[in-house]
């Protein structure tokens, strides 16, 4: 198996709510992303998949989430835009252009969202 990573930040705010006291109050991070994709074989030319495709995808996504309130955002309209919550979002819909661009034999690996320097949540989609 190969797995390629890719990282990003963006800047948004959320309020979080049944957490602490702290969190449940409006404030904002410096968001860091790191993308894994997987998959077992390799194109022709050597490469799993060319990184200007990931960095393009994962770009899209995170514009929808950059200076952003994210508690106002449909995706989490229903529960808390926690770190857990938004590595969650990433990692779907990068599935979701990986499906519509039909890139067989790719798949996110995992996704970790950091919400400062020392603390982060993964998903890993099974």
Sequence with gaps: MYELKVVTRFAAAHQLKMVTEKCENLHGHNWKVELCVAGDKLLESGVLIDFGIVKKYLAEIIDALDHKFLNELS???????????????????????????GL????????????????CATYVPV
């Design 75 to 101: 995706p989490f309209s229903d529960g808390n835009p926690s770190s857990e919550n938004i590595a969650n979002y990433i990692a779907a819909s990068f599935g979701r252009k990986i499906d519509e661009n």
């Design 104 to 119: 067989a034999g790719i798949r996110v690996s995992r996704v970790i969202v950091w919400e400062s320097d020392d603390a």
